[in-house]
């Protein structure tokens, strides 16, 4: 099993919730409970049970199985997710940063940030009346997917649950979204940046968590500038 494999297997076998994990990264990889239950050649409410965690934790068999065959219906299909993970993983040596945290002074409007960083609300604009933002969090999508462990979620957040994620290196909004779903703390505000089509699941997901899910073209670094003025 190869480095990023191990990985995933690593994270779903230390998650407090395996089910969820493994529910997690068969969305990530775009992959039906059909699809992935003719691979495993296990029924599909197996799966269900499993992601549900109504049937007990998966044993080593299972995970290595459920991991491989994530990785084969992506290298039917041109390994595109494969690609984007490696691309993004961070490499032996490095310490980058891949989050950095700002509170404001004041708290703002969501209407506000959203002007701030010419922002395109996508779902629930209903709810940026009466939403009031303490900080952000700019987020490398990728990178906390691949080298954040669950425990460690909560950093992202710093001092306060009351801030908008700003989520670069996106390519179509499903990776963020997916994994604000499983998480057990939600931020109030998600922002995708620079992305060019936005996937359907990523704005179900904002609109079934009833948050708003707004896109900016807006350099990253203006963005910056702009907020840590407030």
Do not use: C
């Not at 191990?6 to 407090?16: C, H, K, N, P």
């Not at 499993?50 to 290595?64: A, H, M, T």
């Amino acid at each position: 099993m190869d480095e990023l494999k191990e990985r995933i297997a690593g994270e779903i076998t230390l998650s407090d919730s395996p089910g969820s994990t493994m529910k997690k990264w068969r969305e990530l990889f775009g992959i039906t409970q059909i699809e992935l239950a003719k691979m495993i050649k296990i029924s599909t409410s197996t799966i269900s049970d499993y992601e549900s965690n109504r049937r007990l934790s998966p044993g080593v068999g299972v995970i290595r199985r459920f991991v491989d065959s994530l990785f084969s219906i992506d290298e039917a299909r041109g390994s595109t997710v494969r690609h984007s993970l490696e691309k993004f993983s961070q490499k032996e040596g490095e310490n980058v940063p891949f989050y950095t945290i700002h509170d404001f002074v004041a708290p703002i409007s969501a209407i506000d940030f959203a002007r701030i960083i010419e922002g395109k609300v996508l779902s629930n604009p209903s709810y940026m009346d009466s939403l009031k933002l303490f900080g952000y969090t700019r987020v490398d999508s990728l990178r906390v997917i691949l080298e954040m462990s669950p425990p460690e979620y909560p950093m992202l957040f710093g001092s306060t649950t009351e801030r908008a994620f700003i989520f670069e290196h996106v390519s179509t909004g499903r990776s963020p979204l997916v994994v604000i779903r499983v998480a057990p703390i939600k931020p109030k505000l998600v922002v995708l940046h620079n992305v060019t089509s936005v996937d359907k699941l990523a704005v179900k997901i904002a609109q079934v968590e009833k948050i708003p899910l707004l896109a900016t073209k807006l350099d990253i670094n203006e963005i910056d500038s702009r907020l840590n003025k407030i």
